[in-house]
């Protein structure tokens, strides 16, 4: 039994700190407030994690430690920059290796299916700082302070994740009410379910050959958001959505007043056209095959009418 240490408790933390533990590894979960999975095998502890001191304590005898940490979307160029420093110095310190549970946005807008070979050419303030998180991880890794790897996903799928289909999308067509969607609706897309992500960063963690590069969580085949909200409604028994897209002007509109809304204008090319992730290093590498699509949608509305909407 080896312990692991997670930073985070949200929904990649969560299933990442699970599986840990019903494989029977001693998980230990660190987060501002405490929270985190009730497992016998779990301990919660409270900690600030941009303190590298104090998480480098956390990590002392840890086999691996693992960033799922998540901060508020508008802020990461503020919040992001100290937590990653922290991580490779509490890395450095402890001799954990460090896997960073990621996304596709350091590549910018890339034409054709993304794969890790891909350059970090991200314009963006979001893109761009998780660009050269990775890029700093990876320095120290070559410089041999530490060892490292980090795991990029597409759009979440699956209990308590967040992004423009489940926090939006879903939660109104699921209740039959029409959508105004910022994006090609028929734009093929990939999706990453939550549990696909855990088994990755579990997976690339135990194994030191997947260790200094990145790899992308096995996806299913491109859906388009139409078609997926289409299965997801058939599979919830609520009626056909009622999509039509939203002009690039409105939503530039709705940012004046909401940060969340601002933030989304960046990242605007990953939802106008193709966004397509080829994971196939990572089924080849690991024996991983992803979720299906089905299963994920099943999760993601058993949770969003757990929380009783």
Request: aromatic letters at 6%.
């Amino acid at each position: 039994m080896s312990l692991h240490v997670i930073v985070g408790a949200g929904p990649v933390g969560t299933a990442t700190a699970r599986l840990l533990a019903d494989q029977g590894e001693q998980v230990r979960v660190v987060t501002r407030r405490g929270t985190g999975p009730d497992h016998s095998a779990v301990e919660r502890v409270v900690a600030d994690a941009t303190d590298a001191s104090a998480l480098a304590r956390f990590c002392v005898g840890a086999t691996a430690l693992y960033n799922c940490a998540s901060p508020a979307y508008h802020r990461w160029p503020i919040d992001w920059p100290p937590l990653a420093e922290a991580f490779i110095e509490a890395a450095r310190t402890s001799g954990a290796v460090l896997v960073t549970a990621s996304n596709l946005y350091g590549y910018g807008p890339v034409t054709g299916a993304m794969t890790e070979r891909h350059p970090l050419l991200a314009t963006g303030a979001k893109g761009q700082v998780r660009a050269r998180m990775w890029a700093d991880a990876l320095a120290a890794h070559e410089a041999g302070h530490i060892r490292t790897a980090e795991v990029r996903s597409s759009d979440y799928l699956g209990a308590g994740t967040q992004s423009l289909l489940t926090m939006t999308v879903l939660p109104k067509a699921l209740a039959g009410a029409r959508v105004r969607v910022p994006a090609d609706l028929d734009a093929p897309r990939s999706w990453t379910y939550v549990g696909d992500v855990a088994r990755t960063l579990v997976a690339v963690a135990a194994d030191k050959s997947a260790w200094g590069r990145a790899w992308h969580v096995p996806a299913t085949a491109p859906v388009s958001m139409r078609d997926i909200t289409t299965r997801a409604c058939a599979l919830a028994d609520a009626p056909p959505p009622r999509l039509s897209t939203m002009p690039a002007a409105v939503l530039w509109l709705g940012g004046l007043g909401n940060p969340i809304v601002r933030e989304l204008r960046e990242t605007q090319y990953q939802f106008r056209k193709p966004f397509v992730v080829d994971s196939s290093a990572a089924t080849k590498a690991f024996g991983i095959e992803p979720a299906a699509l089905e299963v994920s949608l099943e999760e993601t509305i058993a949770t969003w009418r757990g929380e009783g909407r």
